[in-house]
Nanobody, 117 residues
Framework: QVQLVESGGGSVQAGGSLRLSCVAS????????MGWFRQAPGKEREGVAVIYNGGRSTTYADSVKGRFTISQDNAKNTVYLQMNSLKPEDTAMYYC??????????WGQGTQVTVSS
């Protein structure tokens, strides 16, 4: 089992920054791949960023490339999502997810990000 707890969401104006954190506990193997997803009201959930291969590899959605950065601190069992130059369209519930092979079997409860124009 893996437990994921997100924090760091909030309300900011366009152009601002937020850093989301996801603290993980449980089987290390099941956390080989971790990612951030988001879902806005009335929209499908979309992948934002993924980190895997021991933190050596990352991928990003085109919509956040150059603005968001995913990273991990293994000593703290934490994955971060640094979000800069936020836009109103970034408003969503953000979820942390984990899985042994990027299958994302485990999910957190989410943290809300609201960006006002």
């Amino acid at each position: 089992q893996v437990q994921l707890v997100e924090s760091g969401g909030g309300s900011v104006q366009a152009g601002g920054s937020l850093r989301l954190s996801c603290v993980a506990s449980g089987h290390t193997y099941s956390r080989n791949c971790m990612g951030w997803f988001r879902q806005a009201p009335g929209k499908e959930r979309e992948g934002v960023a993924v980190i895997y291969n021991g933190g050596r590899s990352t991928t990003y959605a085109d919509s956040v490339k150059g603005r968001f950065t995913i990273s991990q601190d293994n000593a703290k069992n934490t994955v971060y999502l640094q979000m800069n130059s936020l836009k109103p369209e970034d408003t969503a519930m953000y979820y942390c997810a984990a899985g042994p092979a990027c299958d994302f079997s485990y999910w957190g409860q989410g943290t809300q990000v609201t960006v006002s124009s």
